[in-house]
C-alpha cells in the first residue's frame, strides 16, 4: 500500500532507517540536523529501537561501531564539526569491515563556520577524513524522496560490502519539507545473515572484529582485501542523473541541492534553445569518472558548480580534463549560488573560445 506525508528531508532520513530494520541510534545534537535525532528518538520508541544521545560525537560513533559488530543494523547522523569528531571512529569501522550508516547534514566550514547550508565536506566525504587506506560509500540525495530512498539503500550497501555508507546531505535538504512517497510495509525487511557477527560463541568458534595487528604483513594484506573490495564497488555500484546532454555544448555538474538549482537553470535555458544539459553524481564514492570521461569526449564544455570554494571539480577535472574545458562556479560559507547566478555563468563559458 502506498503512502504520501509531507515530512522534512532530516525525518524522511530517520523514517527510512526505521524501515530499514535500523534498531541502534546514537548521536549528539546540533544543527541543522536536530530534527533527525528528535525523530528517532521519538520514533524508535514505537520501533523497538534503543536511542542513545551519548556525550560526545566521539562517543555516539563508537557505540555505533559496538552495534555494528553486534549483528544490528546501526546509525548515526550529525553536521560538519560533529562529523570531523568522528573521523577516528569511521577509520576503524572501516579498518575492522564493520557495515555502519552515517549521515552528515552539511554546514559551512571550516571551523564552527555557521548553520547556513554547504557542500565543503565532499573532500571529507569522498578522500577518507581518517587514517589510512580506506573509502566510504558516499550517495548524495537531491530531494525528500531520494533522502529515504537513499538511506534505505545506504544500509543494504552497507551489509552487502561491510562497509560504512555515509548520507551527504546539507542544511537545505535537511530543512525543506516535500511530499514523500513510500510502500508502507507492516514490517521491516529482515538484515541478512551476518556470520561474521559478535553474537556469542556457545554454538560456534568465537569471531573477531578488529583493525588492530601487530604483524606488518597482516596490515598489508588487509588493505589489500579492502581495495578488492572498492574495485568491486566501483565496477558495480556507480550511480548518477543525466538529462539534456545528447546535444550539448556544455554540461553543468553539480550534486546535492545545488543540483536542483543548477537543473532549473538549464531548463530554463533550453527553453530559448541553449544547447546546454545536465549531470548529477548520485554517488560521490565510487565516483562516475568514466561516465564523465565518456562525456566530455561529445561535450567539450563542463561548468562544475558547488557551495564550496571547490571541491568535486578537482574529480571533473581528473575525469574530463583531457577531452574538455572544465570550468568552475563556486559560493563557500553557507552562500547560495541564485539560479540567476548559475545562468550568468554558463553564458559566460558558452560564449567563451577553447
Known amino acids: 500500500m502506498k503512502r504520501k506525508i509531507l515530512i522534512s528531508g532530516n525525518e524522511a532520513m530517520g523514517e527510512a532507517a526505521i524501515r530499514a530494520g535500523c534498531r541502534f541510534y546514537a548521536g549528539y545534537p546540533i544543527t541543522p540536523q536536530n530534527e533527525l535525532t528528535a525523530y528517532m528518538a521519538n520514533a524508535f520508541q514505537k520501533a523497538g529501537g534503543i536511542f542513545i544521545q551519548p556525550e560526545s560525537e566521539l562517543a555516539a560513533i563508537s557505540m555505533v561501531y559496538g552495534a555494528s559488530a553486534s549483528g544490528v543494523r546501526a546509525m548515526t547522523s550529525s553536521s560538519s564539526p560533529g562529523i570531523s569528531l568522528k573521523q577516528e571512529g569511521i577509520s576503524y569501522i572501516s579498518g575492522a569491515h564493520i557495515p555502519a550508516v552515517i549521515i552528515n547534514v552539511m554546514r559551512a566550514g571550516p571551523g564552527l563556520g555557521n548553520i547556513w547550508p554547504a557542500q565543503s565536506d565532499y573532500f571529507q566525504a569522498v578522500k577518507g577524513g581518517g587514517h589510512g587506506d580506506y573509502h566510504m560509500i558516499v550517495l548524495a540525495p537531491g530531494s525528500v524522496q531520494e533522502s529515504f530512498d537513499l538511506t534505505k539503500l545506504a544500509f543494504d550497501l552497507a551489509d552487502k560490502y561491510r562497509i560504512a555508507s555515509m548520507i551527504l546531505s546539507d542544511g537545505i535538504l535537511g530543512q525543506i519539507m516535500e511530499a514523500l512517497e513510500f510502500d508502507d510495509e507492516s514490517k521491516p525487511p529482515q538484515p541478512p545473515e551476518k556470520p561474521w557477527a559478535l553474537t556469542?560463541?556457545?554454538?560456534?568458534?568465537?569471531?573477531?572484529?578488529?583493525?588492530?595487528?601487530?604483524?606488518?604483513?597482516?596490515?598489508?594484506?588487509?588493505?589489500?582485501?579492502?581495495?578488492?573490495?572498492?574495485?568491486?564497488?566501483?565496477?558495480?555500484?556507480?550511480?548518477?542523473?543525466?538529462?539534456?546532454?545528447?546535444?550539448?555544448?556544455?554540461?553543468?555538474?553539480?550534486?546535492?541541492?545545488?543540483?536542483?538549482?543548477?537543473?532549473?537553470?538549464?531548463?530554463?535555458?533550453?527553453?530559448?534553445?541553449?544547447?546546454?544539459?545536465?549531470?548529477?553524481?548520485?554517488?560521490?564514492?565510487?565516483?562516475?569518472?568514466?561516465?564523465?570521461?565518456?562525456?566530455?569526449?561529445?561535450?567539450?564544455?563542463?561548468?562544475?558548480?558547488?557551495?564550496?570554494?571547490?571541491?568535486?571539480?578537482?574529480?571533473?577535472?581528473?575525469?574530463?580534463?583531457?577531452?574538455?574545458?572544465?570550468?568552475?562556479?563556486?559560493?563557500?560559507?553557507?552562500?547560495?549560488?541564485?539560479?540567476?547566478?548559475?545562468?550568468?555563468?554558463?553564458?559566460?563559458?558558452?560564449?567563451?573560445?577553447?
Open 200 to 354: 556469542g560463541a556457545k554454538d560456534r568458534k568465537p569471531n573477531i572484529v578488529r583493525s588492530l595487528s601487530m604483524k606488518r604483513d597482516e596490515v598489508e594484506k588487509n588493505n589489500l582485501l579492502l581495495q578488492k573490495k572498492y574495485r568491486r564497488i566501483e565496477s558495480a555500484e556507480v550511480r548518477f542523473e543525466a538529462s539534456g546532454l545528447k546535444d550539448a555544448a556544455l554540461a553543468v555538474v553539480a550534486y546535492g541541492s545545488m543540483s536542483r538549482i543548477a537543473k532549473s537553470a538549464v531548463e530554463s535555458l533550453r527553453k530559448q534553445g541553449k544547447k546546454v544539459g545536465i549531470f548529477r553524481p548520485i554517488t560521490l564514492w565510487p565516483f562516475p569518472k568514466k561516465q564523465l570521461e565518456k562525456l566530455s569526449g561529445k561535450t567539450k564544455k563542463i561548468l562544475v558548480v558547488e557551495m564550496s570554494c571547490g571541491q568535486m571539480v578537482e574529480d571533473v577535472r581528473l575525469a574530463a580534463a583531457k577531452s574538455a574545458t572544465v570550468g568552475f562556479y563556486g559560493r563557500s560559507g553557507g552562500g547560495i549560488p541564485t539560479e540567476k547566478q548559475v545562468t550568468r555563468e554558463i553564458l559566460k563559458m558558452l560564449a567563451q573560445k577553447r
